[in-house]
């Protein structure tokens, strides 16, 4: 099956710095989801994001799906931005089955 | 998680135990997941259906079984649980556009 790599596997930021996480799979997807699991276990949806650029307030998301990467930007971090961040991937296949990777804990001091 | 609603919350199994877990949605979406979240190992999919009556196996079926009677439950059910299915479950739900949206989790422990 394909497989889902994501950098850095931790990350430790001061309030207000910037950083960029990334998503790297092995094979075309045409489906790739960003979440954010904040410390409590709660999953939200970031960005559906199977290719170009999209933005939400701080948060930023590319996909260049024919380099199979996409990367997820975070600006002027905040403390409610620590959790684990997730990219999600799928080939097309009937199920909408989407295969995760192992994600990058984030941990942002005030 | 608004649509989403997964029971119990929490739960302690002995081995061999039964249990059944209810995920359901009022969103009327057609698809259905049940995942997996063991620590250092993402998530992981057991189920899915993809309309009511249907259901598929994921990556890790064994020990698990589901059914989708009504659109909008999906039930796991455990059928002798062991204790390498401690673990947190989420249920989740997707449209046509596959965005996916997640339950906030049930944490069970078979001791």
């Known amino acids: 099956g394909i497989q889902v790599e994501q950098s850095p596997p931790d990350l430790i930021l001061q309030e207000g710095a910037n950083s960029t996480l990334r998503c790297n799979f092995s094979?075309?997807?045409?489906?790739l989801q960003w979440f954010h699991q904040n410390p409590w276990g709660q999953l939200i949806n970031l960005f559906y994001?199977?290719?170009g650029t999209k933005q939400n307030g701080r948060l930023s998301a590319t996909t260049v799906a024919t380099e199979r990467y996409s990367l997820l930007y975070i600006s002027s971090s905040q403390t409610t931005d620590s959790g684990v961040y997730f990219c999600?991937?799928?080939?097309?296949?009937?199920?909408?089955?989407?295969?995760f990777g192992g994600g990058t804990r984030l941990m942002v001091k005030p | 998680n608004a649509g989403v609603t997964q029971t119990p919350k929490f739960r302690v199994l002995k081995t061999g135990q039964s249990m059944t877990l209810l995920c359901a949605q009022d969103?009327?979406?057609?698809?259905m997941y049940w995942y997996r979240q063991d620590p250092g190992m993402g998530l992981r999919l057991i189920h899915y259906?993809?309309?009511?009556?249907?259901?598929a196996k994921g990556e890790v079926p064994d020990g698990y079984n589901v059914s989708r009677l009504k659109k909008q439950n999906f039930l796991l059910g455990l059928e002798s649980a062991a204790p390498s299915q401690t673990s947190v479950y989420f249920c989740?739900?997707?449209?046509?556009?596959?965005?996916?949206?997640f339950g906030e989790g049930s944490r069970l422990t078979v001791l």
């Open positions: 989740a739900i997707s449209g046509n556009t596959g965005e996916l949206f």
């Open positions: 094979d075309s997807v045409n489906n």
């Open positions: 994001i199977p290719s």
């Open positions: 999600a991937v799928e080939q097309g296949y009937a199920g909408n089955m989407l295969t």
């Open positions: 969103m009327n979406h057609e698809y």
């Open positions: 259906s993809v309309g009511e009556g249907t259901t």
